[in-house]
């Protein structure tokens, strides 16, 4: 019941492409599927040297920009980079800055008084984005800090009460900014008196238009090769015209590691100049002479030399963002420009406590939330999921509204309302929703919002919450848009003998790869599990062994799919590849992407071929007794964490044994999604029977009893403890068997001593000493967020329809 695979129709590449490109043909057949079909296209692509960048002059605004700052500086005038917190804002603050900086080096710094290059980064908490006038006027009211000239970056565009209150203290300001405007604000902006007359924001624009300077690429045309860049790709630019200016051109290539920063954390689409600055960025990264980011890099266990873009987007970034989302993110530009290497010690291990905490809060926010919603199914009822809660925190919500957004595939709310304040939160989306849209279109209700179709913010009096998440649902079924095929996009399909270091070098060609140019994934089919093992020092990740008809073997790493039941018999394969590198020695390494029984149809991409369907029999939320429901013959009876004593019934592990085709008679509540869908494509049953009772005990006490129980009882025997087997015992996932261990490790009532092959922890008895309060409240609220979890999703069973459990 997984996502439908569809296979990119192949493309074969004309003889001047496959020559021009050279090396494996699989190469050139990538690109022409992608739609880069000519020499003239693929070479810029593949090599920066041979792409030829837009002049920083073609950026509308930038020349003027570029000479307002140039005389400023030669003027000796104070500047203030005014910036924001997210890393975009934070590498183009640093970039600025540290150019600034050294170009104003060129003349004599005052003896006495402030320095002449100065930054202000907004806090998330007390300021949010852009120019807020309450704190424009504390820095202007300030002697010491009173610029001469404002340059944003990464914001501005947008600020019109703040610019005009800079214009009439007297202040020159220079925006920089990547971010849209509407249609008309743009033309107006620009010059041009909008054709549909001014709206309530009239007064706005013409603060905006006051600035000495405006800068933003979304001015461009549609398909100009710049107007893809973030902010500090418009940041660097400007910097490189600065340079030129100043007689130094070329020496900006400097500053390129922070803009592959920026541009990989915005998930910026990788096309044209902000692909070439990427490439060119991560070479300048991996051999960067800046000792903050040498600290980072550091501390995130990094190898420089290795240095990529998911480096950048699973590593890197996470640390910064931690900055913005739980302090002040002017910590960062801090650390970006220091040059005192034990200052850059102590910013970067900030860095990274921040990160520690936020992993721990996104847990017990995510606890919170599922807990509302097993407590109030009916708010899964709306087209959006809108939930509100006193104790959130602010940084946090937009990262657990992303995790609520995968497990119920709809729209997310989440806000937090402290008791006499205005709510606020954050808002994610899934790809056939415009969010913000649709929060626009709620104006009325709201005091504040902004967004674009993934994501977006927003303000209201909480009395108004209820009414907004009314509006919200009617809303989106005007501003569902084209996602596109829905499923899984595979590239191409190969046999694990085509694999090799020489390919996986070859495709890595086409790297950089993310937003605008996504990883190829490859499929082979038909493959049997030779071994399989958990890894990680908690055991939530699984490498499996994959082994075809002529033994022919390759190893597959699946992050968190520890827990995930593997359908019987052959299998096909989705997957992506890297090298691993270990100890000197390199090999190829398979990382997962999808997995399913081999016998299931690949769509070539295209209309979406209908299943045939199932008999169902709905009986869920029906206070029926066992002795009232029909008994169909031979069915199979899932009943976990309870007994059935009228019939004969099953765990799910027993499914991997039942013959096929037999009616599935769904008693208990299935944990998950997962061993739903697991259950109906192992059994494929004839019909299927959904009741959905309660299980045993599932708080947080009944769990770790029973896990204790049964690891006393093991410790008695081998000191073996199956996690499967005691995970459909009790009737939970696996993953909240492991985490009942980490929490009982926490306690010192046990020891997880390793993890074998086939998911079993051997255990020891633990020393019984007192056990640390933040270890363990890390482990509790990891097992609390789990259960939460758990106990929503068997509510959404009971309620949610037949289509929305992937059952029609």
Same mark, same amino acid.
């Given at each position: 019941m997984s996502r439908p695979w569809l296979v990119t129709p192949p493309v074969s590449p004309s003889p001047a492409l496959a020559a021009a490109v050279g090396g494996h043909p699989l190469v050139a057949q990538l690109l022409a599927q992608r739609g880069i079909d000519t020499p003239a296209a693929a070479l810029p692509f593949l090599d920066p040297a041979a792409y030829t960048p837009s002049p920083p002059s073609a950026l509308v605004g930038l020349d003027r920009a570029a000479q307002i700052l140039h005389d400023a500086i030669d003027a000796g005038k104070r500047i203030l980079v005014w910036g924001d917190f997210d890393v975009d804002g934070q590498t183009s603050t640093s970039l600025l800055v540290a150019a600034l900086r050294e170009l104003v080096g060129q003349y004599p710094e005052p003896v006495e008084g402030p320095e002449r290059i100065d930054f202000h980064v907004p806090n998330r908490f007390t300021e949010s984005h852009g120019i807020r006038p309450a704190k424009l006027t504390e820095i202007l009211s300030d002697p010491i800090r009173k610029p001469d000239l404002i340059l944003t970056c990464d914001t501005g565009i947008s600020d019109g009460p703040g610019i005009g209150l800079a214009k009439d203290a007297g202040v020159t300001v220079v925006v920089t900014d990547h971010h849209d405007l509407t249609a008309e604000f743009a033309e107006y902006v620009l010059g041009e008196e909008p054709a549909c007359g001014f709206s309530a924001d009239a007064v706005g624009r013409e603060s905006v238009r006051r600035a000495d300077a405006l800068v933003n690429p979304k001015f461009l045309a549609p398909n100009d090769p710049l107007r893809t860049l973030p902010g500090v790709g418009v940041a660097y630019k400007l910097v490189q015209r600065l340079y030129e200016l100043a007689g130094r051109a070329g020496e900006a290539v400097q500053f390129l590691d922070l803009v592959a920063l920026g541009i990989v954390a915005d998930v910026a689409e990788q096309v044209n100049d902000a692909r070439y600055l990427l490439q060119l960025g991560l070479e300048q990264l991996r051999r960067t002479e800046r000792i903050g980011l040498k600290a980072l890099i550091h501390n995130a266990r990094l190898n420089p030399e290795t240095l990529d873009a998911e480096s950048i987007g699973f590593q890197l970034g996470p640390r910064m963002n931690a900055l913005g989302r739980l302090d002040d993110a002017t910590v960062a530009v801090e650390l970006l420009t220091t040059k005192d290497a034990i200052r850059a010690g102590q910013l970067a291990g900030q860095m990274e406590r921040l990160n520690n905490q936020r992993r721990l809060l996104t847990s017990q926010i995510s606890g919170m939330a599922f807990e509302i919603l097993e407590k109030q199914p009916h708010l899964l009822d709306f087209n959006a999921i809108v939930?509100?809660?006193?104790?959130?925190?602010?940084?946090?919500?937009?990262?657990?509204?992303?995790?609520?957004?995968?497990?119920?595939?709809?729209?997310?709310?989440?806000?937090?309302?402290?008791?006499?304040?205005?709510?606020?939160?954050?808002?994610?989306?899934?790809?056939?929703?415009?969010?913000?849209?649709?929060?626009?279109?709620?104006?009325h209700l709201l005091i504040g919002h902004g967004?674009?179709?993934?994501?977006?913010?927003?303000?209201?009096?909480?009395?108004?919450?209820?009414?907004?998440?009314?509006?919200?649902? +009617?809303?989106?079924?005007?501003?569902?848009?084209?996602?596109?095929?829905?499923?899984?996009?595979?590239?191409?399909?190969?046999?694990?003998?085509?694999?090799?270091?020489?390919?996986?070098?070859?495709?890595? +060609?086409?790297?950089?790869?993310?937003?605008?140019?996504?990883?190829?994934?490859?499929?082979?089919?038909?493959l049997a599990v030779a071994e399989d093992r958990r890894m990680g020092r908690d055991g939530t990740h699984r490498r499996l062994v994959l082994q075809d008809e002529k033994e022919n073997k390759q190893p597959l790493v699946w992050f968190n799919g520890a827990d995930v039941q593997l359908p019987e018999g052959l299998l096909d394969?989705?997957?992506?590849?890297?090298?691993?590198?270990?100890?000197?020695? +390199?090999?190829?390494?398979?990382?997962?992407?999808?997995?399913?029984?081999?016998?299931a149809d690949i769509l070539i991409a295209g209309?979406?071929?209908?299943?045939?369907?199932?008999?169902?029999?709905?009986?869920?939320?029906?206070?029926?007794?066992?002795?009232?429901?029909?008994?169909?013959?031979?069915?199979?009876?899932?009943?976990?964490?309870?007994?059935?004593?009228?019939?004969?019934?099953?765990?799910?592990?027993?499914?991997?044994?039942?013959?096929?085709?037999?009616?599935?008679?769904?008693?208990?509540?299935?944990?998950?999604?997962?061993?739903?869908?697991?259950?109906?494509?192992?059994?494929?049953?004839?019909?299927?029977?959904?009741?959905?009772?309660?299980?045993?005990?599932?708080?947080?006490?009944?769990?770790?009893?029973?896990?204790?129980?049964?690891?006393?009882?093991?410790?008695?025997?081998?000191?073996?403890?199956?996690?499967?087997?005691?995970?459909?015992?009790?009737?939970?996932?696996?993953?909240i068997v492991r985490h009942a261990l980490f929490w009982l490790e926490a306690k010192r009532i046990l020891w997880v001593m390793e993890w074998e092959s086939g998911d079993v922890a051997r255990i020891a008895p633990g020393d019984g000493l007192t056990a640390g309060d933040a270890g363990l409240q890390e482990k509790q609220a990891e097992l609390s967020g789990l259960l939460a979890e758990m106990r929503a999703w068997r509510r959404y069973f009971v309620w949610a329809g037949l289509a929305e459990l992937g059952l029609r």
């Open positions: 939930l509100a809660h006193p104790n959130w925190h602010a940084g946090i919500v937009g990262i657990v509204a992303s995790r609520i957004v995968e497990e119920y595939g709809k729209p997310v709310v989440l806000m937090l309302n402290p008791p006499g304040e205005v709510a606020r939160g954050s808002a994610r989306s899934t790809p056939g929703v415009d969010i913000g849209g649709s929060i626009a279109a709620c104006a967004g674009h179709p993934g994501a977006a913010g927003l303000s209201l009096e909480a009395d108004k919450i209820d009414h907004f998440r009314r509006e919200l649902s +009617r809303q989106i079924d005007s501003h569902r848009i084209d996602a596109g095929p829905e499923g899984l996009v595979i590239d191409t399909e190969l046999r694990l003998v085509d694999l090799s270091l020489h390919l996986v070098e070859q495709v890595q +060609r086409l790297a950089p790869f993310g937003n605008g140019n996504p990883q190829p994934v490859f499929v082979t089919r038909g394969i989705a997957y992506t590849f890297n090298i691993n590198e270990y100890k000197g020695e +390199r090999s190829l390494q398979l990382m997962y992407k999808d997995i399913r029984a081999a016998e209309p979406k071929a209908s299943p045939a369907r199932l008999p169902i029999h709905d009986l869920r939320g029906q206070s029926l007794e066992l002795s009232s429901l029909p008994q169909p013959d031979g069915a199979f009876w899932l009943a976990e964490g309870t007994r059935l004593g009228e019939v004969e019934f099953h765990s799910r592990l027993q499914a991997r044994r039942y013959p096929k085709g037999r009616p599935l008679v769904v008693w208990s509540a299935p944990p998950s999604a997962e061993v739903l869908h697991w259950l109906v494509e192992t059994l494929a049953p004839s019909e299927l029977w959904l009741v959905g009772r309660e299980t045993g005990d599932d708080s947080l006490d009944g769990v770790v009893k029973a896990v204790a129980a049964m690891g006393k009882h093991a410790l008695a025997q081998d000191g073996r403890l199956p996690i499967d087997r005691l995970a459909a015992r009790i009737g939970v996932t696996e993953a």
